[in-house]
Each structure stands twice: as C-alpha cells, then as structure tokens.
C-alpha cells in the first residue's frame, strides 16, 4: 500500500483546506484509514479516521465540528476537509493506513504535507 497526500498549504485562521491522500496498492486489505498530524516539538496525534468497510468516523475532540473526514473509494482517494482553521492546527498531517491480510496488520504512512495557519 502507497499513501500519498497533497492539499497543504499556508491559510489564514477561519479559513479552509482539503487534503487528500491517494491510495495505491493492495487496497483491498485496508482495514482502516485516517489523518494524523504532528506539529514541532510535539508528538503525532490522531486526527480523525475511517473504516474501509462502513465508512463509520473517529473523531479527535479539537477538531469536532470542524474537520470532516472522507472517502471515495472509486477514486482510491481520502480527503479531510478542515474549516475554520485555527493556528494550532498548524503542524505537519500524514495520511495513515492499516491493512488487515494474512492474519497480521500493518501500516503504512504518507511522506506528510505541511498546513500552515496564521493568525
């Protein structure tokens, strides 16, 4: 499985963005995907995911109400859309896979896309 994210960028706060992250492969096996995001000086943190086979959603508390994660799964993409962007949004975000085959799970990351948000 290749995760690759685009759609970062630099956005005032109150502001949008949407990432994606294209997924190829083995993409049969994902078992779940999601959004991570690690800003400087702090460890990566869960943003939101969802399951490859209902589609049910996860959600962080920061971002509530605010970021909506979702699939289309004839495109083989992910997208987060974040509105209402806030400076402690700001950090790098990494598309995440876990993959179920075999009997065993894996994951795999994106090389990770910078969102940048100024007051």
């Known amino acids: 499985v290749q995760l690759v994210e685009s759609g970062g960028g630099l956005v005032q706060a109150g502001g949008s963005l949407r990432l994606s992250c294209a997924v190829s492969?083995?993409?049969?096996?994902?078992?779940?995907m999601g959004w991570y995001r690690q800003a400087p000086g702090k460890q990566r943190e869960l943003v939101a995911t969802?399951?490859?086979?209902?589609?049910?959603?996860n959600y962080a508390d920061s971002v509530k109400g605010r970021f909506t994660i979702s699939r289309d799964n004839a495109k083989n993409t992910m997208y987060l859309q974040m509105n209402s962007l806030k400076p402690e949004d700001t950090a790098v975000y990494y598309c995440?896979?876990?993959?179920?085959?075999?009997?065993?799970?894996?994951?795999?990351w994106g090389q990770g896309t910078q969102v940048t948000v100024s007051s």
């Open positions: 995440y896979a876990q993959s179920y085959r075999g009997g065993g799970y894996y994951d795999y």
């Open positions: 969802i399951t490859g086979s209902t589609g049910t959603t």
């Open positions: 492969g083995n993409t049969k096996s994902i078992y779940v």
